[in-house]
């Protein structure tokens, strides 16, 4: 075969090789020999046997003079098809000797087109990942945009996946340029939860190129932007069971029993008596007998955790879970005392019993003398008033102090206060609510541990 390519100087040895690419491209390859194989790949000789890379197969190659030239016969050029690679080699003896210059093309064009089929992947959330390969001459404009360029994938029937281009690598040579692109669909990348305290957990929730919804109020948004696509990372607070921890607005996040110090009030009686002696003398007696001393003591609670958008306690947190109501004594037991008679106050006191409370009951009435014995009053079997008064009035008026506690379930801590900010500025508040189970009665004589007797 003694055809030529682009020059006299360089013979066809065999038909040139021929590829069908993807895309509608196309790969020839020709084998050369050199009109001067001695000296024509000598440095000084070298533009006698290699064209320009990105030269069009069709184009002539001049040297010496511009008779060199070989035009394409007709019907042999491929459009846009440009030389990638070229190179000599020597041959062997059995081939003749000398040696072989190897032109390859390929068709490129002022477009970029796929080179390969796309790749496709998948995160560990199950995010769609794309990688392209797409290849055009040199030189041609790269215009597509990390973050906003999108592909509308579909992999046979499947419903077309979204994915934007994350990134992307630009492979420049004389002939071509080629650009590899990895895109990504949009979602969720990466969870990450963090147990904090109180049953809340810190939920770290990343997102690929378009932030999505998360639940529970966000403490914190990042947006980090790699070459212009954007992972967006988000932290919300949730309780255990993966709600928010503020719910429709107040929300029971955690419980745990405890124990919690109580106080026993002390029992005192203020009793009040009457009678007559053995000689006829009508007679009144106040006494005050301590019955049980205040005792602290702990107690089995459960305490209850809350957050919510409101900052203060409201009238049903002090009977949560049926609960008698808060347990904090503003007053105790208290006693006014006096005996008078005929307008003249003849005794009278009045005694407030911190730490204690009563179930007595207040009394009043009159001593009366009978035939020759007078009345007399007495107040802790002490004699106050007596002689010749003819009538002794009393009056034992009593403030009972707290409720007998004993049996009950009452609040022991109801308490607010602020916990967070989230990235709106809004403040969000913990509320704390302690319920004693019921309070066991004290036993007749100190145990240890605490036991209910």
Sequence with gaps: MSISHRTNRLKLITSPRVEQLQNGRYRLTFSLSPKNPE??????????????????????????????????????????????????????????????????????????????????????????????????KAGTDYTNTVGSTFIDSQIDAETAVRVFLAEF??????????????????????VNK???SDGVYRVSTTFAHTEGSVVGPIVSRKTQNSGGFKTITVDSLQDGDGTSII??????????????????????????????????????????????PPAQSQVLATTYVFFQTASDLVQADYSYDSSDGLWSPNNWASSDISFSSGGFEGFSISKGYRGYR????????????????????????????????????????????????????????ADIKPAFDDVSGTTYYKKTIVVSDAIPTQPATATLPYEDS
């Design 39 to 136: 000296e024509d790949w000598y440095f000084a000789n070298k533009s006698r046997i290699f064209a320009d890379y990105g030269s069009l197969q069709s184009a002539e190659m001049f040297f010496d003079s511009p008779a060199d030239g070989i035009n394409p016969r007709t019907g042999e050029a491929y459009d846009d098809m440009r030389l990638v690679a070229a190179q000599s080699a020597p041959r062997s003896i059995r081939e003749g000797g000398g040696y072989i210059v190897t032109f390859v093309y390929e068709t490129l064009t002022g477009s970029f087109v796929q080179e390969t089929d796309d790749k496709f992947s998948e995160t560990e959330n199950g995010l769609r990942t794309l990688t392209r390969v797409s290849i055009a």
């Design 169 to 190: 690598e630009i492979d420049n040579t004389d002939s071509f340029r080629r650009v590899t692109e990895r895109y990504i669909e949009a979602g969720v990348l990466s």
């Design 247 to 292: 719910g429709s607005g107040t929300n029971l996040v955690h419980q745990y029993k405890t124990f919690v110090p109580f106080q026993y009030p002390g029992v005192i009686d203020v009793t009040t008596t009457t009678g007559a002696t053995s000689g006829g003398n009508n007679y009144v007696n106040v006494v005050e007998e301590i019955k049980r």
């Design 358 to 413: 009563t179930s007595s009951s207040n009394a009043t009435g009159t001593r009366a003398q009978n035939v020759l014995a007078f009345p007399f009053a007495q107040y802790n079997h002490s004699t106050k008033m007596g002689g010749f008064n003819t009538v002794i009035n009393y009056s034992v008026v009593l403030e009972k102090g707290p409720p007998d506690p004993i049996g009950a379930k009452w609040v022991v801590i």
């Design 194 to 196: 963090t147990s904090l």
